[in-house]
Structures are given as structure tokens and as C-alpha cells.
């Protein structure tokens, strides 16, 4: 008769009500937290995809305006020891770079790694190993 019913409406559901699309949860005090726009569809692009050939490269076109890159990548095998994934950062993207970034891990199937090249035109070429990646864009 007694059975307790947890409320369902705004506030209680354990996380701040109002918020917004496309808003995360942030730090706010502790064991409070509050809605925030820090990372938002507007503020980001991201890539997603998959590699099915160790030989083949992948090419990710440079996203307009963007000048930095998170680029991780989940093999489908991994060496014994070593993290299931790889993530680098890369900064100083442009449609116009002086220079190539090139970035490598050999933690991957078959001691081959994630590689990447960013070339000088700012697309991003991912190869050696088979699994899937993921590219945020941002500024």
C-alpha cells in the first residue's frame, strides 16, 4: 500500500531539467550539474566510417573552416597489452598548410597501427590497419 513511486517530472530525474538540443551536462558544483552549449552541432563536424583492407587508404575531405582534428581509431584486433584504440589531436588545419601532420601507432592488429597523413590541402588519409575511425572537426 505503501509502495513508493519515484517522480518522473522535471528535476527529478536526476538530471537538471530544461536544457537543449545538442547541450551537454557540465560541472556546476558538487553533485550538481548544469546544461551547457560547450559542445554543440554547430561547433563540430564529425566523420565516421570503417576500414576493411590494411592496404587501402581512407580519405576524409577537409571540413571548411575547421582547424583542429580529433582523429581516433578501433581496430578489430589489438596487440596483446595495448589500449583498443588510438586518438591524436591535430591542430593548425587548413585548406592551405605549409606542411604535412603525420601521426602513427603500431599498438594495432598485426603490429601495423593507426597512421594518418594531413596532407597540405587539409584532407585527413588514414591507413594500416582494418576497424572503424572517427573524425571531430572543430575550431
Same mark, same amino acid.
Given at each position: 500500500?505503501?509502495k513508493y513511486t519515484?517522480?518522473?517530472?522535471?528535476?527529478? &530525474?536526476?538530471?537538471?531539467?530544461?536544457?537543449?538540443?545538442?547541450q =551537454? *551536462?557540465?560541472?556546476?558544483?558538487s553533485?550538481?550539474?548544469a546544461?551547457?552549449?560547450?559542445?554543440n552541432?554547430a561547433a563540430?563536424?564529425?566523420v565516421?566510417?570503417?576500414?576493411?583492407?590494411?592496404?587501402?587508404?581512407t580519405?576524409?575531405?577537409?571540413?571548411?573552416?575547421?582547424? &583542429?582534428? *580529433?582523429l581516433?581509431?578501433?581496430?578489430? &584486433?589489438?596487440?596483446t597489452g595495448? *589500449?583498443?584504440?588510438y586518438?591524436? *589531436?591535430?591542430t593548425? =588545419?587548413?585548406?592551405s598548410?605549409?606542411?604535412?601532420i603525420r601521426g602513427?601507432?603500431t599498438?594495432?592488429?598485426?603490429?601495423?597501427?593507426f597512421?594518418?597523413? =594531413?596532407r597540405?590541402?587539409?584532407? =585527413?588519409e588514414i591507413n594500416?590497419?582494418?576497424?572503424?575511425y572517427?573524425?571531430?572537426?572543430?575550431?
Open positions: 500500500a505503501n519515484h517522480p518522473t517530472t522535471a528535476g527529478n &530525474k536526476h538530471i537538471p531539467s530544461g536544457g537543449a538540443a545538442n =551537454i *551536462l557540465t560541472y556546476s558544483a553533485g550538481t550539474a546544461w551547457s552549449g560547450i559542445c552541432a563540430v563536424d564529425v565516421t566510417g570503417s576500414r576493411a583492407d590494411i592496404s587501402n587508404t580519405t576524409v575531405p577537409y571540413k571548411a573552416g575547421r582547424t &583542429k582534428a *580529433l581516433m581509431g578501433y581496430p578489430s &584486433k589489438v596487440r595495448y *589500449l583498443p584504440y586518438i591524436a *589531436l591535430a593548425g =588545419i587548413s585548406s598548410m605549409a606542411a604535412e602513427n601507432s599498438q594495432f592488429e598485426e603490429y601495423r597501427g597512421s594518418y597523413t =594531413i597540405a590541402n587539409g584532407n =585527413i594500416g590497419y582494418v576497424g572503424s572517427c573524425i571531430i572537426w572543430f575550431n
